[in-house]
């Protein structure tokens, strides 16, 4: 089940896809007829070149060198996993095909072709945008920043509730932090055979820790502001009785 809550500002497709690559910590790469999996095997330039650091016996190593020129047709693969154990957490995927070629005991890979899939659908994000957007600046943090949220303040992830509309609640069993940008916090809604998400918009952009506790500390206090949603007040009178 989809979000009942209108969407506000969201990063690009453009930024989100850097955000994603900036993030993972993984990768899965195809060139030569050859797949492999690597784990901290890559770094990104500020351009959004990758570096891959492979073993020499690697497949990989093999079929950037013995392709004409030394220039290997090659695609990466990441995921955006939530880092809260939500349903389906699996929350875009991101695919770079471009040129795989040596470097000094590396292999440096050039995109010309960027696709984001995310929940909405799959969108081409044109290379020169790839190129200069730059990740949200929380995107590296994120993972630290929901899994405390969700683990030492499920408290306020249940305050934060009072700002969804009561039709968005409905019939949900569970409430979890799914994602967080500097335009604002998003909520993850379970029922018991769907889910929905629902976005809470920061009043203005957050470009750095600080500003996020600040961003997150104002929407609490407008949370606690609001009444409490007649759905979980129901929730909780059923589940005491």
Known sequence: MGDTQAWTA?????????SVLAAAWSCAVTAGGAREEYVGAHTVTDEGAVLLTVPEDSALHGAALCAPRQDSRAVLEFADVAPVAVRDRIRARLWLAGRLTP???ALNFHPARVVLRR???AVLVDPDEFATARPDPLAVAEAGLLTHLAEAHPDAVERLTRLVRPESLHAAIRVLPLAVDRHGLTLRIERTRAHGDVRLPFHTPADDLGQLTERVHALLAQASAAGCPRTLQRQRADGDG
């Open 103 to 105: 470097a000094d005991g």
């Open 10 to 18: 969201a990063p690009g497709a453009a930024e989100q896809a850097r």
């Open 119 to 121: 929940s909405c659908g």
